[in-house]
């Protein structure tokens, strides 16, 4: 029987420890000399990962460390899983753009290259990036909760207890400080500081500040336990610290796999597979033949699974699929189907500042529509498609 490795999504010079010993979560930005690996090995998956959004190998660092399953096994599975955050907003000239603040991939700095994300010219990332402090420079790798040596000396984000500011010396755990629930946990935080592909400016407070104004705290999860031996967890809280109101927002990820590849044989990445199931939120790839690169069989599944994500508050959709027992109508793939609104046919017009709603009907005149400052005239009689 198969069995199957799933994550859950419910992603140079260095200065001494004490630079940022005493600087405050707000006063940080994402930096990519900070940019640092280190190794999920807590239960059967084995999988490095990067503190910027990023599980997976890098081929200029580590080419050969591709994510193991079961571990010490040699059979490869994992080769790049970068997050990535899309808004549509309006820039400074009026277009309205469509912004992705990513993660790099397997290489990085090469605008070029589609598995690294955006960079300049100079091969400066324009893309996801850590924030400093969250890690002890000098080891260079992300902090885990079972390696002491790789915590900073204090948390940037723990400044606000006032018994224990910054919380020295302890773990920065999800559960509490120095709660060990996990057999391995990681963490660290990201934004898209350094994003400036467009001109765009997300908060009015920071002009440096670019991307979408995001950051996004990111911790790993593994426990030994039989139930969840073959699972890494990742936890990604992200925020918008900026000024500007996104109405629009995607999360995803990516996932380039090599499934059959061993450490021992020439890859078997060409057959490869994917499919999904929209209803049950999980998506999962396979190996074609089933046989790996040197004839050991079977290989198995990889899965992905969204555990839990945000809903929209305010498009009448139930996105979180937790209003099953609810009361309200069920929203149907017909409900999306092109559709004429003659005059007089009920209406509901939403304020794209606010997000309040205004039932109402179809004038003779039609409606006008304003979304990121630019205006949309409806005739009534025209047919709407979504």
Known sequence: MKRTLLLIFALGLFCAPTLFGQMKLDDLHGDELYSFRNSHSGNQLRTTFYNEGYVGHRTGINPDDIGEWPINSGHNYINLIPYFFLSEVKDTEGIIRHISSEANGITTGNDNDSASADSREDGTWQCLAPLPGFANPETQRAAMSHQPNTWPSTWPDKFEDAVDPGWPASWNGYFGKNILNADQESYYMMDDYQNDEFSFFPDSTDLDRRGLGLRGAVRGFQWSNVLVEDVLFQLVDVKNIG??????????????????????????????????????????????????????MPVGFQGFAYYESPGNPFDGIDDDDDANSGSGKIITEELFAPRVINVGNPIILINYDTFVRTVSTMPAGGVDITYLGNKYHYDAGAVFEE
């Open 243 to 296: 000024t500007y109101n996104h109405s629009k927002m995607d999360f995803g990820i990516m996932s380039g796999p090599v499934f059959g590849r061993s450490v021992k044989g020439g890859g078997d990445g060409g057959d490869d597979a994917a499919e999904f199931d929209l209803q049950r939120h999980i998506g999962w790839h396979f190996d074609g033949d089933d046989i790996g690169d040197t004839g050991w």
